[in-house]
């Protein structure tokens, strides 16, 4: 039962472009999201989230954007560096401590 | 700045050995958890302290699984007999109490990897 999906496995983009990540999740108690970025043999690096009261969250070249409706969540990059490749993972929880991630998707940021 | 921090970083075993892991927090930090992540998956939530008690165990953690985090400060995964199947990266992450009604981040250590022979 995968309650946050990553559909996408990877994902290439072009230096200076925008990378667009995507979430998809099932569970509606869901009410806090998050973003994480990971380099081979590293843990997760904690990158933006956001709550269910809003629809937008923006930290520099990151924004998250947040569809209830849809139970769909993205992360903007903008502009793509190379240093930006790594495996990103969505999160989400019901305003507990357990997290539900997904499966990943890994950017590569062409120069 | 002390992130959170886990020894040994890797950890070569031979099945039915017990192996130790041990994860260090960041130092205001109250709450402890342990994530187990393998291949082409996400972590996947383990167990979880607040202080020195443990709070919940997923139903991943099976009777040879122990975590104990004495006086509220570092914690020890244990996992006794280890099988094939136990190999992993093992991740701790800490976390401080939010304001009231929101939820705190989670904030990750490098993870020990297991392989188990």
């Known amino acids: 039962d995968q309650q946050v999906k990553q559909n996408s496995p990877s994902l290439s983009v072009q230096e200076g472009r925008i990378s667009i990540l995507n979430c998809d999740y099932t569970n509606s108690m869901f009410d806090y999201f998050l973003w994480y970025k990971k380099y081979p043999a590293e843990g997760p690096t904690f990158l933006i989230s956001?709550?269910?009261?809003?629809d937008k969250n923006e930290d520099g070249r990151f924004t998250v954007f947040l569809n209830k409706s849809a139970k769909h969540l993205s992360l903007h990059i903008v502009p793509s560096q190379p240093g930006d490749s790594a495996v990103y993972f969505c999160?989400?929880?019901?305003?507990?401590?357990?997290?539900?991630f997904g499966t990943g998707t890994r950017l590569k940021v062409l120069a | 700045d002390t992130g959170v921090s886990q020894n040994p970083r890797h950890k070569i075993t031979k099945r039915g050995q017990n192996v130790t892991f041990r994860c260090d927090p960041i130092s205001e930090h109250n709450r402890l958890y342990w994530y187990r992540q393998t291949l082409g998956q996400g972590p996947e939530f383990l167990t979880y302290f607040q202080n020195e008690a443990q709070l919940e165990k997923s139903r991943l953690l099976s009777d040879r699984f122990s975590a104990e985090r004495p006086k509220g400060s570092f914690s020890t995964l244990e996992i006794q007999r280890t099988e094939q199947g136990d190999s992993a990266m093992y991740l701790c992450?800490?976390?401080?109490?939010?304001?009231?009604?929101?939820?705190?981040?989670?904030?990750f250590g490098p993870g020990t990897r297991l392989l188990v022979l």
């Open positions: 992450a800490s976390s401080f109490p939010g304001l009231a009604g929101l939820t705190e981040t989670q904030y």
């Open positions: 956001i709550s269910s009261i809003k």
């Open positions: 999160a989400a929880t019901s305003g507990t401590y357990k997290y539900i």
